[in-house]
């Protein structure tokens, strides 16, 4: 996340929840070992049975900063979040892992962080679908350049678009089929 976008939050006395990217190794490296100095952290844990899976997720949060390095780095810093994601294919009964690091404003509670972290991923995954379902974008061969992220720019500027006409009652990629056909329709759309 940007600097800016971090001061728009602090500015609205919003609180925030930010994942620890890849990037950002020093910082990552940094909460890791946090967690290895507090390997009983308390958690929440929750488990979900869809989409052909069981997944297990453990939230596990720490306010003790003390051994945070760049702690001044984030105004408004008061804890840490840990979350493991354990998946299991119910057919295949395959398993996967994936832990990843937050930073958040939020204090140290955590079935609070873990609500914050699942509703962002509510909202990714809808988006997603949608891109998906309305432009096919998985299907996409779009690799020159920055080709593929135009793109997506560009789809979830349509997508907006297309979601604020309520008139009519067809589905999104219908609208999508109509705008590209009908001139007046387009033209509908874009006026707002």
């Known amino acids: 996340m940007s600097e800016s976008h971090r001061e728009t939050i602090i500015d609205r006395e919003a609180d925030y929840v930010l994942m620890v ?48 390095d760049d702690k001044e780095d984030w105004q408004g810093l008061r804890s840490i979040a840990k979350i493991i994601s354990e998946r299991t294919d119910k057919q295949s009964g395959n398993r996967s892992t994936a832990t990843r690091y937050n930073i958040s404003s939020l204090p140290a509670k ?8 699942r509703s962002h991923w509510a909202i990714e995954n809808n988006l997603h679908w949608t891109l998906d379902v309305v432009f096919r974008e998985d ?19 349509a997508i907006k678009i297309i979601e604020k ?8 990629p219908k609208k999508r089929q109509l705008a590209a056909l009908d001139d007046e329709y387009r033209s509908k759309l874009l006026a707002g």
């Open 21 to 68: 990217k890849d990037n950002q190794q020093e910082l990552r490296e940094q909460v890791e070992k946090v967690f290895c100095m507090n390997p009983r952290t308390e958690g929440d844990v929750t488990l979900d049975f869809g989409h052909g899976r069981i997944e297990q997720r453990t939230c596990q949060v720490i306010d003790n900063l003390t051994f945070l």
């Open 110 to 117: 955590p079935k609070v962080i873990a609500k914050a972290v």
């Open 139 to 157: 299907a996409s061969l779009k690799k020159k350049e920055n080709a593929a992220l135009n793109y997506n720019v560009i789809a979830k500027m």
């Open 165 to 172: 006409e309520t008139e009519t009652k067809n589905s999104k």
